[in-house]
C-alpha cells in the first residue's frame, strides 16, 4: 500500500524559504514520476514541479529559479526547496506519484498521479 506523508509547511514572510518533505513508503520509483502540487482556496489544484525516475526535473514557469525538487531514493524522500517566497505560493501543497512514467507534457498534470499525500499548508505573508 502506497503511503505519501508530507510535511515542512508553515507560515514564512515575504522572500523567505521553507523546505517540503514527502516520506514516500511502499512506492517503486522505478520508471515513474512524483511531483509537487498546490492548491490555494477557490482554485485549481497546480502542479507545481515533478521529477522522474530518469531525474528529469520539470516546473511550472511560477516558480522556475525559485524552486527546486529533488529526491533522496535511500530512504524515499521527495523534497520542495521554495526560495524567494511570494504571497500568490500560499496554498496546500501536495506531494503526489504516479503509476506509470510519464511523457513530458503530462508531467503536472493532476490526472496523471494515481496517489496522493495530505497535504501540507504554506502561507507567505507581506
Known amino acids: 500500500q502506497v503511503q505519501l506523508v508530507e510535511s515542512g509547511g508553515g507560515s514564512v514572510q515575504v522572500g523567505g524559504s521553507l523546505k517540503l518533505s514527502c516520506v514516500a513508503s511502499g512506492y517503486i520509483y522505478s520508471r515513474r514520476c512524483m511531483a509537487w502540487f498546490r492548491q490555494a482556496p477557490g482554485k485549481e489544484r497546480e502542479g507545481v514541479a515533478s521529477?522522474?525516475?530518469?531525474?528529469?526535473?520539470t516546473y511550472a514557469d511560477s516558480v522556475k529559479g525559485r524552486f527546486t525538487i529533488s529526491r533522496d531514493n535511500d530512504v524515499n524522500i521527495l523534497y520542495l526547496q521554495m526560495n524567494s517566497l511570494k504571497p500568490e505560493d500560499t496554498a496546500m501543497y501536495y506531494c503526489a506519484a504516479s503509476d506509470g512514467y510519464l511523457w513530458f507534457e503530462d508531467r503536472l498534470s493532476p490526472h496523471r498521479y494515481k496517489y496522493w499525500g495530505q497535504g501540507t499548508q504554506v502561507t507567505v505573508s507581506s
Open positions: 521529477i522522474c525516475s530518469d531525474v528529469t526535473t
